[in-house]
């Protein structure tokens, strides 16, 4: 029971394009870097959060990756749902319809009591998910983050940052 | 991103020996019978769940298991605790600490932004679980359930129920 790690990493790398200049992109093996990350596994991320209109990759000398949206348009949901997939955390078998006292199955006409009790945690953590957007996150973030390293962090973006061509 | 099979076989186990007659047990592989579920693996999470203190064993030739606790007092999320333990779904590796931006250790003290949004949400989903007893569960599936199955398991359970010996 557990989010892979690329949950975290897909996380970051939004947060990190956020502070991108308007129209700049920031290369994939530039994104690894900065969380010293492995860029192979981070670009199959980065694939499946482009995917699903999070991300975009522009192409060139001047190529990278920026925010197809703006981060109060994108929800830690979309970006977990990218990652993850939309399949439920809870998935029901309906064994209730196996053993001894099982009916037919056209006598089951609505669903697991079980799966709907489950369903409905799950709808409650979703729905968090999906109230909180990048932006939340970002500004949070930066309110516990040393001073010295928000610094740091816009310099090196400066420096890394793809500018568009004219 | 998902639960093992085992939290619905665990949750189907406890709602079966709610309907256990007052002080009476339910062989493990009764209960496995019942549902058509592999008895060893079934047999590991009872195991869980008696550590937990949700269901106790009772030994002897009467022996097997039933709820260690009156359902109204056993919540989804005792159970999913029991069979998948606490950890959290969200695991922070702390990857602001990398890369050139990062500052020095001691600079970091409050928790990562990123980690307390998806924290929160993850608390969204564990207080619904917290909220929802054994006992609501049951009703809800008693609701769907078809009448000749909730009849057919009540004759079943009969037979199957080990009576304490006097």
Redesign the interface.
Known sequence: ?????A???A??SC?VLVSLPHGAALPGAKLA?????PGAYLAKHLASLARAGIVEATVGRQGGYRLARPPAEIT?WDI?AAV??E???????E??R??????RPS????????A???R???A??????ER?TLA???????????P??VQ??A??MAAAAKLPTA
């Open positions: 029971m557990r989010l892979s790690e949950v975290e990493w996380i970051h947060a870097e900065f969380h010293e990350l830690l977990v993850e997939g399949e439920p955390l809870f998935r029901c078998t064994i209730r196996r053993g001894p006292a099982a009916d006598a089951y006409k609505g669903p697991c009591g079980i709907l009790a489950m409905n945690a799950e409650a953590w979703r729905a968090e998910l909180v939340d996150v970002c500004l949070g973030a930066l309110v516990n983050a040393p010295a390293s740091r962090t310099e090196w």
